[in-house]
């Protein structure tokens, strides 16, 4: 089981899933960008339009349109769905006036699943928590301790942010069976009451520790992956959000720690360097 892509998503390939086109079709649109999801609903809209322009030019029954005009159609679909009703064009056969009605009625259906897809999407509140690259094991008050560190992009805090750290590795049960198997790993603080910044999340590494005496070639032999996930409440917003990623067994680094970021100046200020964000440096403790 290995992480891949820029959001740590499993590789996974579900086999055998009932398909359907339409399935969680909101939960998709959810996860689109804000400018993807503004454009897909104008592609509708325009999609549709065009649809019923070219069911007003087969009907041939709008007054003052220009004889196989399809923009003077696609005009008069657009006033239609969107209920502006100019006057200059108008319905004058029995199916165009059909074809009208049924479009005046989708036009206000469509404005209220458009108005609300769009509030939803825009209320969201996205956390900007972003992970270093590589986890590192390192001296910690005189005993091995795994080290995670998380940012917060934002200037806000995030109140009563949790961090659970979980360890996945293969195993074979007493029947020789193949298995995933999870752990808990206790950390020094899982909690923080205002999180901003940075937070580094450390796990000692004692004899209850299921990376006690192990050396990289045990965590690449059983596909060690190390995920952590943090949630909180947005101050600003006052909504939850939450954050994740996965380490896997050639991102955890032994004997390295992670490069500091902070710097005391003379002039009494604190300089915080972001790009030593993702780096580390080799600890020189055994």
């Not at 209320?123 to 900007?128: E, I, K, L, Y």
């Not at 917003?237 to 991102?251: A, F, M, N, Y």
Request: glycine letters at 8%; charged letters at 20%.
């Amino acid at each position: 089981m290995r992480a891949s892509g820029p959001i740590n998503e499993p590789d996974i390939v579900i086999i055998g899933a009932r398909r359907s086109a339409f399935r969680d079709v909101y939960h998709r649109f959810l996860r689109l960008s804000f400018v993807s999801a503004l454009a897909l609903i104008i592609a509708a809209i325009v999609g549709l339009n065009l649809l019923f322009a070219v069911a007003y030019m087969a009907s041939g029954g709008i007054a003052h349109a220009a004889p196989g005009s399809f923009i003077d159609a696609f005009s008069f679909s657009v006033q239609t769905m969107a209920t502006i009703g100019y006057g200059a064009m108008y319905p004058d056969s029995p199916a165009a006036k059909i074809l009208s009605d049924i479009e005046a009625i989708s036009g206000l259906m469509i404005t209220a699943l458009s108005t609300g897809l769009l509030f939803t999407k825009f209320s969201q509140t996205r956390a900007t928590l972003t992970f270093a690259s590589r986890a590192v094991i390192c001296m910690h008050d005189g005993v091995p301790t795994l080290v995670l560190r998380i940012g917060n992009e934002r200037a806000n805090l995030i109140v009563d942010a949790a961090a659970r750290v979980v360890l996945t590795r293969t195993e074979r049960t007493a029947e020789g069976r193949h298995f995933f198997r999870m752990y808990d790993l206790k950390l020094i603080r899982d909690r923080s009451i205002s999180f901003t910044g940075i937070w580094q999340v450390m796990h000692p590494i004692t004899p209850d520790s299921p990376l006690y005496g192990k050396k990289p070639e045990d965590l690449l032999a059983q596909e060690v992956e190390i995920a952590c996930a943090v949630v909180g409440i947005d101050d600003t917003s006052l909504q939850p959000i939450h954050g994740r990623k996965v380490w896997s067994d050639g991102q955890i680094l032994f004997g390295h720690r992670l490069a500091d970021m902070l710097e005391p100046r003379a002039d009494g200020k604190l300089h915080v360097h972001l790009d030593r964000f993702d780096g580390v440096e080799e600890d020189k403790l055994p």
